[in-house]
């Protein structure tokens, strides 16, 4: 079974500033790895994915995360935020073997933006 | 570009009652799942389906659930007997393939259960 930790409920940043949110993953077997956004009163949309190959993967709106296989994590970066970016941060793993596998959500990270 | 569409987006009922809510996966998609949210809480797995039958299921997932695709666009969620409990933001969700084959999950904007 596979299990998503995401350390940070609430992470508060100053806009331009760099932001890192951190997420620790467990699983018994290899594993696909997301990061969801949900704006207010949204769904969850796609921000990026880790399948395989480059450690470093790049997303939507200028975010990025690294999978780092011995420290089981995969933390979600952005140089510069803006204030468009407040917004509650989901981590997931699903299964890589298995076919209809069901993705697991870590508990979420609200990022807000100051002015 | 295509998109999971779920209706209604806020649904109140009574304890007891019965509610269906329904979702319209991509039309090309062939798996389809239910995930829910309780207010300041994770998003939580409950169903998924594919084939015209449930694929895996969680233990939220009790006999009160049931899914059903009526049609060749529909997927739905009733809920029998509501509870209180159940109050959350229910998503939808569909891909062209299993996540295990690293196809991303689209979701519906969700429709808010208020069971009073």
């Known amino acids: 079974a596979q299990s998503v930790t995401q350390l940070d409920s609430q992470v508060p940043v100053f806009e331009e500033a760099p932001v890192e949110l951190r997420c620790n993953y467990s699983s018994s077997v290899s594993v696909y790895l997301f990061w969801y956004v949900q704006y207010p009163n949204q769904g969850l949309q796609l921000l990026l994915k880790y399948l395989s190959g480059s450690t470093l993967v790049k997303g939507i709106n200028g975010f990025e995360a690294e999978f780092n296989k011995s420290q089981t994590s995969f933390h979600l970066r952005k140089p510069s935020v803006h204030i468009s970016d407040t917004a509650e941060y989901f981590c997931a793993v699903s299964d890589r073997g298995s076919s209809a596998s069901k993705i697991i959500f870590g508990s979420g990270t609200r990022l807000s933006i100051r002015p | 570009e295509p998109e999971v569409t779920q209706t209604p987006s806020h649904q109140v009922t009574q304890m007891g009652q019965e509610v269906i809510l329904r979702c319209v996966p991509i039309?090309?998609?062939?798996?389809f799942y239910w995930y829910r949210q309780i207010l300041g809480q994770k998003v939580e797995f409950l169903v998924s389906f594919y084939n015209n039958e449930i694929s895996e299921k969680s233990e939220i997932f009790d006999d009160q659930f049931s899914v059903e695709r009526p049609d060749g666009s529909n997927f739905t969620l009733k809920i029998r007997s509501t509870k209180l409990e159940d109050s959350a933001m229910y998503f939808c969700?569909?891909?062209?393939?299993?996540?295990?084959?690293?196809?991303?999950?689209?979701f519906g904007n969700g429709t808010r259960l208020t069971v009073t």
């Open positions: 039309s090309n998609h062939l798996y």
């Open positions: 969700a569909s891909s062209s393939a299993g996540t295990g084959s690293s196809s991303p999950l689209h």
